[in-house]
């Protein structure tokens, strides 16, 4: 029995990978086709051409805080939390406010999101099949670092470019206006980054060196 339930979270953890992978590659693939063939004005549409294949790819990550809860994926919580909630609350304001849907900033955002995510499915992949590779440990650990800063402040310039298109409360309403609400956002974003770097810092050291003594063994 505990065998059949092993066999079948492997499966299971290794067909979400395997989903994301083909899911976000699609989504790059459909992006850059769609760039060459349209050059710039291709921009404009990218949101509506990838929005529906996107959006599932981001709503099904939440499963991942619980992958890592249950102990069937080994990685920090805190960090994977605070990525996998950034992008799915910037993915409901940008289907939300249609203003900014065809902004080139959003399809830049799109493209770095697919990129950090290529860069760690393969991985995972590798390491479900106990086939690690150390050139997707190091890419995974250390190239994806300085691409997440870029993303994050590719992030706060959304939340930046948003702010025009929001309609404020009255000013006899009890309620916060929505403005300050972004505004607020900022900071907690980069304040969240900050921990998601430190955070990836310490697994990258902890995974590279768990790599060295393993390799010594041999």
Request: glycine residues 2%.
């Amino acid at each position: 029995m505990r065998r059949r339930m092993f066999s079948f979270r492997l499966i299971y953890i290794y067909s979400y990978n395997l989903f994301q992978f083909c899911g976000h590659t699609w989504i790059l693939a459909n992006t850059i086709a769609r760039f060459f063939t349209f050059g710039r004005d291709a921009l404009a549409d990218t949101f509506y051409s990838v929005s529906f294949v996107m959006s599932l790819c981001q709503l099904l990550s939440i499963l991942e805080l619980f992958h890592i809860a249950d102990g069937i994926e080994k990685a920090r919580l805190l960090p994977r939390f605070i990525h996998v909630m950034e992008k799915n609350l910037l993915l409901i304001m940008v289907i939300m406010l249609e203003e900014i849907q065809s902004k080139p900033v959003v399809c830049l955002q799109f493209f770095l999101w697919n990129i950090l995510d290529l860069l760690r499915y393969p991985h995972e992949l590798l390491c479900v099949m106990d086939t690690p590779s150390i050139t997707m440990l190091w890419i995974r650990y250390t190239l994806w670092i300085p691409l997440y800063i870029l993303s994050v402040a590719t992030e706060g310039l959304i939340i930046h470019q948003a702010l025009p298109y929001i309609e404020p409360t009255t000013p006899n309403s009890t309620h916060i206006h929505h403005p300050f609400i972004l505004m607020v956002c900022l900071p907690v974003l980069a304040l969240g980054a900050s921990v998601t770097v430190w955070q990836l810092l310490r697994e990258r050291q902890y995974h590279l060196e768990r790599y060295n003594k393993k390799m010594k063994r041999k």
